[in-house]
């Protein structure tokens, strides 16, 4: 009577599905928006040129819509996960 065991070098096992950090984002689930600088953009009433504009106050630059000023916006790639699977 012997147990052969076959399964004595699993000690990595992982889940059947191996993930593996986003290469898009760095694992941070989030990539800078690529519609702003920093969160923000050129105003788009004036465009940045309107002095008098009430968009911006006059400050030619206004809060991005697209990362609601953030900066960043969630990876498209791993869906703001950090990760994906191959
Ligand atoms: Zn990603
Ligand atoms: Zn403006
Ligand atoms: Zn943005």
Redo the contacts with the bound molecule.
Sequence with gaps: MSTVSLDENSENSENESVTRT??????????ECTECNDGETDCYDCDGSDENSESCDGSGVVSCEECSGGGTEE??????????SD
């Design positions: 986003c290469p898009d984002c760095g694992g941070d689930g989030e990539v990876c498209s790639r791993c869906n703001g996960e950090g990760k994906i």
